[in-house]
């Protein structure tokens, strides 16, 4: 995400945010906001929403900002699953990292398929059949390592699922604050056009989160809008 944030945009924020009397300050603010939410520094997104009521607690989307807030508070205590925990647990006992993270289903299915495996190398050893037993013991272990990967894997989908659904909340409270009809994008001397939501999907082709995006216009109108 951050190599995807234009060289400068920072100080570009700085420099709209500076001027607390224009209508662009504040929405700057909440865009900046979300940018951060999407570097996942929910920590610094709260302090520019904090910013936003102590500059302009007139504002009437002061009430969105105030539960955005509390949203990004529970963001930050949201409940994590344990990569390295679930890996062990499935190098234990195949499945139990599934069982971990809520996939039941997969952990029974992995469980069961090593099971399988284990008990035909067992079987295998105990009548002497040696290379039926390497042969068994050799397809079987790829499922192995692939149930403690698949594991830790799927703790880090659990982790990213949930925050991303509540960032999509706090987008959803923030985006009508950070609404871009209003604003102006000059494309020449002579010419501007709303920064409507078919001209925000041109620009942000390569920006495909919605902080990022919004980080991006304002970069642009910091560099064609006189404030």
Same mark, same amino acid.
């Given at each position: 995400?951050?190599?995807?944030?234009?060289?400068?945009?920072?100080?570009?924020?700085?420099?709209?945010? +500076?001027?607390?009397?224009?209508?662009?300050?504040?929405?700057?603010?909440?865009?900046?906001?979300?940018?951060?939410?999407? +570097?996942?520094?929910?920590?610094?997104?709260?302090?520019?929403?904090? +910013?936003?009521?102590?500059?302009?607690?007139?504002?009437?989307?002061?009430? +969105?900002?105030?539960?955005?807030?509390?949203?990004?508070?529970?963001?930050?205590?949201?409940?994590?699953?344990?990569?390295?925990?679930?890996?062990?647990?499935?190098?234990?006992?195949?499945?139990?990292?599934?069982?971990?993270?809520?996939?039941?289903?997969?952990?029974?299915?992995?469980?069961?398929?090593?099971?399988?495996?284990?008990?035909?190398?067992?079987?295998?050893?105990?009548?002497?059949?040696?290379?039926?037993?390497?042969?068994?013991?050799?397809?079987?272990?790829?499922?192995?390592?692939?149930?403690?990967?698949?594991?830790?894997?799927?703790?880090?989908?659990?982790?990213?699922?949930?925050?991303?659904?509540?960032?999509?909340?706090?987008?959803?409270?923030?985006?009508?604050?950070?609404?871009?009809?209003?604003?102006?994008?000059?494309?020449?001397?002579?010419?501007?056009?709303?920064?409507?939501?078919?001209?925000?999907?041109?620009?942000?082709?390569?920006?495909?989160?919605?902080?990022?995006?919004?980080?991006?216009?304002?970069?642009?109108?910091?560099?064609?809008?006189?404030?």
């Amino acid at each position: 995400m951050e190599n995807e944030v234009p060289s400068g945009a920072v100080n570009a924020f700085h420099d709209i945010i +500076r001027s607390a009397s224009s209508s662009y300050a504040p929405r700057a603010l909440a865009a900046w906001s979300l940018l951060e939410l999407e +570097r996942d520094d929910p920590s610094t997104a709260a302090f520019l929403l904090q +910013r936003f009521i102590a500059d302009f607690p007139g504002h009437q989307g002061i009430a +969105r900002i105030d539960e955005a807030l509390s949203l990004l508070q529970q963001y930050q205590d949201l409940p994590r699953k344990s990569e390295t925990l679930a890996g062990i647990l499935s190098a234990i006992l195949p499945g139990a990292g599934y069982v971990y993270v809520g996939r039941y289903g997969d952990g029974l299915t992995s469980f069961l398929v090593n099971a399988l495996f284990v008990a035909g190398t067992v079987t295998a050893v105990n009548n002497d059949w040696i290379p039926a037993a390497g042969f068994s013991d050799g397809i079987g272990l790829p499922f192995y390592m692939g149930n403690i990967y698949g594991s830790a894997n799927a703790a880090k989908k659990w982790n990213r699922t949930i925050r991303n659904k509540m960032r999509d909340r706090i987008i959803a409270t923030l985006e009508n604050i950070v609404d871009e009809k209003n604003f102006s994008l000059k494309l020449s001397s002579d010419e501007a056009v709303p920064l409507s939501s078919s001209l925000k999907r041109r620009h942000c082709k390569s920006l495909p989160d919605w902080g990022a995006c919004s980080f991006h216009y304002f970069t642009n109108i910091i560099t064609s809008v006189t404030i």
